[in-house]
């Protein structure tokens, strides 16, 4: 294909099969010269209620490609597409060891990019495969206790793996389709080559997970659950060996270390090493629910349609008054809200859904900014102390148990009124949602609800429900590296993705985990 037209509208009843006509009516030449056309693109219009479109780009061969390029030269949305190389990895010149720690997306593709370049990688996991896993969370979400080492933070695919599996982000790089490729060719479902907000979903990224699981071990990779990285070795000033659960050593040219915005005993490990490490922001704040049906009536008009996906919504306000950011993040239409706890006295929530995200209810984290000056300290951990203690205030606001704090918003922003609501498990109790927020976050959501409101007229009502506290948006530190992403005091140390500080989602960190392992191969072979 050739050519690529943007902006293509249907309406909710009209057909996709109208797609090469609607091309031809806008370019002005006959339907007929069209060989084949493919959809690249879709989304949503719903600025206007009244008249809904679902909008599509689209990529098509036809006759006469130049002469119609030229004879519409006015229209801005046709564009004369140009031979893109795929992604291009040089193979090893030579045999490396590399050990990867963590099998999040950073974890994973730099492993499946070093392995198919010829490395001899090891790749280590400190949680459980995804079948082990999974059962592993069932029995916590219905009360039968936590397994600190696999849980919804820790296992194979990373945090991710029990989220919305988004697949949306603000990084413009060739590299995202063929990391999209890779996902559908590894199982994921072959619309998110064109959605304009690709998920994967939880239940269809489980099964993605085994796939790329075996593919690596085709490859000659090998793969240790139930390893935890505890220590490491230097010779001659390099990294030369990670020591995996205080026992077994495992030698390497290269660490990578991609452990994921939760591994704080990794960050304490790289503190007393003398790792080089600074502050980061983050936010920090609740999670809302609302009943499906009510968002889509808000963003659509309409309560269902099998024209239209479950509505989303992106909301944000900066406060004028503390210059704080205050947003929505993690959106997850149709989903649930998740008990996302991976430490003992410390209760952290988070959102998933399913594929199809047909669930009852939609939910969303609504997040306020926390600079390093909040944390009262200069210590590199601060911000993991700060998440801590409200973390830990969260699950005593519960009274312990693992039952999920929870206030109906209304109650939250005005003292009276609502009702409590929620999908989260293993069950939520009405608490005093203050109680595990800091000052400023509480009267900055209090300070933005009201804004919203007015943006999405509803959302601010009887059936909304607030469920505490989400902390782990992102790191709160970051693994100073060079440009050539090493550690700037531990050559032969690279970190990356979220838990290295550079990273914020699945598709920015499985890049890192790309780059990471494009730069080590390249540096390799120039000696």
């Known amino acids: 294909m050739a050519l690529k037209l943007r902006e293509i509208t249907l309406r909710l009843d009209e057909s996709e099969d109208s797609i090469p006509a609607k091309i031809a009516e806008i370019l002005n030449f006959s339907v007929e010269d069209i060989d084949s056309w493919k959809i690249v693109r879709k989304g949503i219009d719903a600025r206007r209620k009244s008249n809904l479109l679902r909008v599509y780009s689209v990529e098509f061969s036809c006759l006469n490609e130049q002469e119609i390029c030229k004879n519409n030269r006015h229209v801005p949305t046709l564009l004369e597409m140009k031979n893109q190389s795929e992604f291009d990895f040089i193979p090893l010149k030579s045999k490396l060891k590399i050990l990867i720690v963590g099998m999040g997306p950073a974890g994973l593709f730099s492993a499946l990019a070093l392995a198919e370049a010829g490395a001899q990688v090891c790749l280590i ?97 090998d793969i240790q659950f139930s390893s935890r990285l505890s220590g490491f070795e230097t010779l001659n000033g390099k990294l030369s060996a990670g020591i995996i659960n205080n026992s077994k050593l495992i030698e390497c040219d290269q660490l990578i270390l991609a452990v994921g915005h939760s591994a704080r005993d990794t960050y304490q490990l790289l503190a007393d090493k003398k790792v080089q490490l600074e502050q980061k922001p983050f936010a920090l704040g609740l999670r809302v629910e609302h009943p499906l049906e009510l968002i889509n009536q808000i963003q659509y008009g309409m309560t269902s349609s099998t024209q239209l996906p479950s509505a989303d919504y992106r909301l944000a306000w900066n406060d004028p008054t503390t210059k704080r950011g205050i947003y929505s993040f993690c959106m997850c239409p149709g989903g649930v809200v998740v008990n996302a706890s991976s430490e003992v006295d410390g209760l952290v929530v988070n959102g998933m859904s399913d594929f199809r995200r047909a669930a009852p209810r939609s939910n969303s984290a609504l997040v306020v900014t926390v600079n390093p000056a909040d944390f ?44 409590l609501d929620s999908s989260c498990q293993p069950q939520v109790v009405h608490a005093d949602l203050t109680s595990c927020l800091p000052g400023f976050v509480s009267e900055g959501l209090r300070r933005a609800l009201p804004i919203f409101n007015q943006r999405m007229r509803g959302f601010v009502g009887p059936e909304a429900t607030l469920i505490g506290v989400e902390t782990r948006t992102s790191a709160p530190l970051r693994i100073l590296r060079n440009q050539s992403g090493e550690s700037v005091s531990h050559p032969g140390l690279f970190p990356v993705g979220e838990g290295a500080g550079y990273a914020g989602g699945i598709m920015s960190a499985a890049l890192d985990g790309l780059k990471t392992a494009a730069t080590i191969v390249n540096t390799h072979n120039d000696f």
């Open 125 to 221: 996991e400190r949680g459980r495969p995804i079948a082990e896993r999974l059962k592993d969370v069932e029995d916590f979400l219905s009360g039968r206790g936590l397994q600190s080492e696999s849980n919804i933070q820790f296992g194979e695919g990373g945090a991710g793996t029990f989220s919305d599996g988004k697949l949306t982000s603000r990084i413009n790089h060739p590299t995202t389709a063929y990391i999209l490729q890779r996902l559908v060719d590894f199982g994921a479902p072959e619309e998110i080559l064109w959605q304009a907000k690709p998920h994967i979903g939880s239940d269809r990224l489980r099964g993605m997970l085994v796939n790329f699981r075996q593919y690596l071990l085709s490859l000659g990779v």
């Open 376 to 419: 009262l300290s200069t210590d590199a951990l601060a911000g993991v102390q700060f998440q801590r203690h409200w973390e830990r205030a969260a699950y005593l606001a519960g009274g312990g148990g693992w039952h999920a704090p929870a206030q109906p918003l209304l109650e939250f922003l005005h003292g009276r009124g609502g009702q």
